[in-house]
């Protein structure tokens, strides 16, 4: 009987040791950090370059936005250490924010302080522990935004605005989601008057 028992110990051993080998421990071994990767990517949209091989043609870097959590310290900065010109302040209702425009060469910098709470800019700086930061990129495309979102959609990039919309400036933006651009937030912009 003890035989028997010794027998079955072992027996059972072997399949542990089978099922552990076989197994390879697939999903506990893992670090919390691969899991998440690979649930983000499961959730992150593919790109797909085969189906549309057009390309929206961008003519330079619009501007880069930039959150800061009080507009007057940072025009400072940029006036007295860079030597460089607010040229324009201008309240966005639509987004919540004040904007302040300074001009580098063909690029602007767009400072974006929070009206409100409930303002992207505001969460985004709450989430920085208070701080601000370089927040979107935004390019200029020559064919129209609405035309560049829909190549974007049918490309399975994730848009944030499905329609163009009045943005600071007079210019007409839309937003793609950071999931599909690299977890840089872009926005695409086109100046009607030009
Ligand atoms: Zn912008």
Redesign the pocket.
Known sequence: MLHYYTLLAKKHQYFLFFLTNSIKIPTFAKSFASLKKEVSNYFTPTINNTKNLNHMKISHI??I?IAVPDLEKAIAYYETVLGLKCYKKEVVEDQKVT?AFIKVGDTKI?L?EATSPESTIAKFIEKNGGRGGM??I?FAVEDGVANALAESEEKGVKLIDKAPRG??DGLQ?AFLHPKSTEAVLT?L?EDPNK
């Open positions: 619009e501007h936005g904007t767009e974006l927040h979107h935004a943005g600071a933006i926005e912009c």
